[in-house]
């Protein structure tokens, strides 16, 4: 009897199993088609570098004071200076990503907000000398870099975030539980 | 309820699956069509065709074998969007309309493909194998009737020929097995025989029980049998345990999870296909697919009364039922987990044999009061 | 191939599983001899994907060592950048501010959250259910976009620093957590209908690669595998670090050592993650997250020692000062290097399925393994 209980049993379970599987046939589906669509990106995301740009002054922010090199783990960044002196500016700024981890060091480093990283990730080359970046293609506008906000989250997060607080409290309007996340105990 | 990420919420329209289909539906419908096209314009060239028997036979074998390959075509894009569905993915979208087209390009890609052969391996076996497996599956579908009028060879003993032919099927698993020189494949192949010999034991009772109570063993006649009712209705308490026993046993014949084991990827790489590329590769696919399909078929022949229904053509019929089967059998397939060698013999050994034995006995009972 | 005569001898086959194969997750090879389906012995081969990293940790800064640590346990790498930054600070004397202990003890629960849905994800695999794979990185997917808003990266962290965190969280990331917990937990109760209580996937684990406590203990196991042997040992409660004194969690022991038991330690912890996430973001303080840190960081001659619970188990590091900007020596304890050494003595006797059902339930990254 008891083998007949265990197959039952067992058998129950499959079903319970295949209701989960039948339900998410009609669930909404998370596939980004990645080239087509692209996936929204955080704005603290750590991607390509760019070194800003001033336009009052009609210069880079940076100095040439090479924190950023002795702050990096795996000598990324090599630069010519411009004057002689700690703060002489740069002649020339390169850096070899395709040895860079994107750790953010060199960024906290740099005492003139003079690095900074972007949300480009689309880095990826067959060859290794495009990983090398030239101050031409580093250096940029300071608007776009000034403008970003480093202190929020990516806006699908935070939409969605938006529309479930939205339901809860509409559930609670109608007479549901209050607080929109009151800390459940743990199970 | 609100789940995944909102940046990619992709609901699946209902018209797309309606769309999907009334495509699958116009299909069958022309299909359907062709006894009552004006055929006799080829009176000639069939009657010619007629008076050579062997010629006649590669007129037909062509004919099934076309159908096979064009099915197969259909039933994996089919099961790779119910994959994708089920699994919270889209399936394939880029080759063709919803991805319509990616098995072509893959067919496409599979020709193009190097053909490999290892360096020790059993050359002669080796390039044997797929056809081994493949022929068997092609041949199956002779006998399986899609309408009263549309079966290829009306055998008398269609439903032996089938149990004997599919069995010999395993002689090429084996032979890929072997003749690959590669230990994943051969611990696949044998893997392959213990469960293929094995679960042939209690479908063949089960289908010994369906033929004693139809007291024919011609699955058109077993169809016409099921004229007012359809079997699993007729008798409900013998044949819903008959079904789930005859499904099980098919999933355990076409190597589908959760007795995937010869194949098992996580543990044999791919078992017994391990060395396979290119086109030898698509073989064993489409005749596991083949297999899938006939399956299924057999199990509406069995149970759900085969191509009849009301209002609807024959053949439309019979294919709805038998892509309701194949859609279980896909359902369990990316629901269950694998079994292991052992559990997998002792279900077989311990309860499906017992079990199919104890519905032959009531078979013949509800068979002698009939 | 080794001793090719004694094989022959005893009519068994040594099969290679790996460096390439599905199921070793990473580059790990056994070399197992095979009588039939039975294992007869198994040697894991590792070591390749050593890259050195103790010896590099001493020819950079302190700092420097950091992004490292994020290579080793890749699946959980900000359990790593603690456990190294632990030891800095402790060679340093320095102390992180609240608001950034309880922010570091927040993003190490996250990524144990992260870190189990992978183990999940890729078990189920193995056993044979792949739908699992994709419910389970589908809620990993919500996990990382949450580290991305807070960290900048997806898998290598590198957001703990000697003394504090370098940001602070940003605006909104609480209502998105919230949110994830939310369907997390939803996630949990549903997967344990699909794949807890299904019976194929019991069959294959219970009683299936069993460590009794004497052995646990004996090889130094830790984490899920020592509390799926009946150790109740956690080092967030043993020894707490940060602020777990402060915050209420329980430690799920189960008894019986098999891979089930593993597997729902795994399962159980991710819930009390939650559990404590939410605990973080009630009690967390405003405030300072980065202590006062001196121009060029010189701690004085000494050594310290750090132990974390990641989610593998134990993961400490020993730190040597010369007085110089660099280590003078670091040494990683990784719970999975301790895992895998197990696997010689659990694996003789079972079936070859086992053997992955055995492996996936160590949780063992190579990353770690090999350094
Ligand atoms: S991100 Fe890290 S590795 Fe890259 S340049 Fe900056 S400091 Fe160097
Ligand atoms: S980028 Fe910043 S740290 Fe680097 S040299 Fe320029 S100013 Fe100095």
């Known amino acids: 009897m008891n083998t007949i209980q265990d197959l039952f049993s067992g058998f129950m379970s499959f079903l319970r199993g295949m209701k989960i599987t039948g339900a998410n046939l009609g669930r909404d589906k998370t596939t980004v088609l990645y080239p087509y669509e692209k996936a929204d990106v955080a704005p603290r995301y750590r991607g390509l570098f760019v070194l800003p740009f001033n336009e009052a002054n009609g210069r880079l922010n940076c100095t040439g004071c090479t924190l950023c090199i002795q702050a990096c783990p795996t000598n990324v960044i090599t630069l010519t200076k411009l004057g002689a002196g700690k703060h002489g500016g740069i002649q020339d700024f390169q850096m070899d990503l395709g040895r860079c981890m994107f750790c953010n060091l060199c960024v906290e480093a740099c005492p003139f907000e003079a690095i900074e990283m972007t949300t480009q990730f689309e880095l990826a080359s067959t060859d290794r000398n495009v990983c090398v970046f030239p101050l031409t293609s580093l250096a940029q506008g300071g608007a776009a870099a000034a403008e970003k906000n480093y202190n929020t989250i990516s806006t699908a997060l935070a939409a969605e975030a938006a529309e479930k607080a939205a339901k809860a409290a509409a559930a609670g309007e109608s007479g549901g539980h209050g607080a929109a996340h009151a800390p459940k105990e743990g199970a | 309820m609100t789940s995944g990420i909102l940046r990619s919420r992709r609901p699946i329209r209902a018209a797309e699956v309606g769309l999907g289909i009334s495509i699958t539906v116009a299909i069958i419908a022309i299909a359907s069509a062709i006894p009552h096209l004006p055929w006799q314009l080829l009176k000639p060239l069939t009657s010619f065709v007629a008076r050579y028997p062997l010629l006649n036979a590669l007129a037909n074998a062509a004919m099934v074998a076309n159908f096979v390959a064009l099915q197969c075509l259909g039933f994996i894009w089919l099961e790779r969007k119910f994959a994708g569905w089920m699994q919270a993915r889209v399936g394939p979208m880029h080759v063709g309309w919803k991805g319509l087209l990616q098995t072509v390009a893959d067919a496409v890609k599979l020709l193009l493909k190097e053909d490999i052969v290892p360096t020790d391996a059993d050359k002669p076996l080796f390039a044997l194998a797929p056809y081994l497996v493949f022929v068997p599956s092609l041949l199956t579908f002779m006998v399986l009737p899609f309408t009263s009028a549309w079966v290829g060879y009306d055998l008398p003993l269609g439903a032996l020929f089938v149990l004997s032919i599919s069995t010999t099927s395993i002689l090429g698993v084996f032979a890929a097995g072997w003749g690959s020189n590669n230990k994943y494949s051969l611990l696949g192949g044998v893997r392959a025989i213990a469960q293929l010999l094995s679960y042939d034991v209690p479908l063949i009772l089960v289908m010994l029980s369906v033929v004693m109570l139809s007291g024919t063993m011609s699955l058109t006649g077993i169809v016409t049998q099921q004229e007012k009712l359809w079997n699993i209705a007729a008798h409900p308490l013998l044949m819903i345990p008959a079904f789930l026993i005859f499904l099980i046993c098919t999933l355990a014949e076409v190597n589908r999870a959760p007795f995937d084991l010869p194949e098992a990827e996580s543990e044999l790489v791919s078992g017994f296909h391990t060395e396979y590329s290119g086109m030898r590769f698509a073989f064993f696919f489409l005749a596991e697919f083949a297999n899938n399909f006939f399956s299924a078929g057999l199990a509406v022949t069995l149970f759900f009364g085969g191509w009849l229904g009301a209002g609807l053509p024959a053949a439309v019929w019979f294919t709805l039922k038998t892509l309701c089967v194949i859609f279980l059998m896909m359902w369990i397939r990316w629901t269950l987990p694998r079994l292991r060698i052992d559990q997998m013999m002792s279900f077989c050994w311990k309860v499906l044999v017992p079990a199919s034995m104890a519905l032959i006995c009531a078979a013949a009972i509800a068979g002698v009061s009939h | ?371």
């Open chain 3, 1 to 371: 191939m080794v001793n090719t005569a004694t094989t022959e001898q005893r009519h068994t086959v040594e099969v290679n599983l790996g460096p390439q194969h599905p199921s070793t997750h990473g580059v790990l090879r056994l070399l197992v001899e095979l009588d039939g389906e039975i294992i007869v012995s198994c040697r894991p081969v590792i070591g390749y994907l050593h890259r050195g990293l103790e010896k590099m940790f001493e020819k950079r800064s302190y700092k420097q060592t950091i992004p490292f640590t994020d290579r080793m346990d890749y699946c959980a790498s900000l359990n790593g950048n603690l456990a190294i930054c632990q030891a800095i600070e402790r060679l340093g004397g320095l102390q992180a501010p609240e608001r950034a202990q309880y922010i570091r003890v927040l993003l190490c629960e996250l990524n144990r959250i992260a870190s189990h849905l992978v183990f999940l994800a890729t078990y189920a695999t193995d056993i044979g259910a792949t739908t699992v794979f994709l419910y389970a990185f589908r809620e990993r997917e919500k996990c990382l976009d949450l580290m991305e808003c807070m960290t900048g990266a997806r898998l290598t962290y590198n957001y703990v620093r000697p003394g504090g965190i370098p940001q602070d969280l940003p605006d909104g990331f609480e209502n998105g957590l919230n949110c994830f917990l939310d369907d997390l937990l939803k996630a949990l109760e549903e997967n344990d209908r699909l794949l807890t209580g299904n019976r194929i996937f019991r069959g294959r684990l219970e009683g299936v690669g069993v460590v009794s406590p004497e052995m646990a203990a004996a090889y130094g196991a830790s984490g899920p595998v020592a509390r799926g042997s009946g150790l109740n040992y956690d080092v967030r409660k043993t020894a707490p670090y940060e602020v777990y004194d402060r915050l209420e969690f329980d430690v799920p022991v189960y008894h019986t050592g098999d891979c089930m038991a593993r597997y729902l330690v795994r399962i159980e912890e991710m819930r009390q993650s939650a559990r404590i996430i939410r605990q973080c973001l009630k009690d967390m303080p405003a405030g300072e997250i980065m202590c006062k840190m001196p121009k060029i960081f010189k701690p004085p001659i000494g050594q310290a020692f750090s132990r974390t619970e990641s989610p593998r188990g134990e993961l400490s590091f020993y730190m040597v000062s010369d007085g110089t900007p660099n280590p003078a020596r670091v040494h990683g304890r990784t719970p999975s290097f301790v895992h895998l050494g197990m696997l010689p003595a659990m694996l003789p006797g079972v079936k070859i399925a086992d053997v992955i059902a055995i492996l996936g339930s160590l949780d063992t990254v190579l990353g770690e393994v090999d350094r």
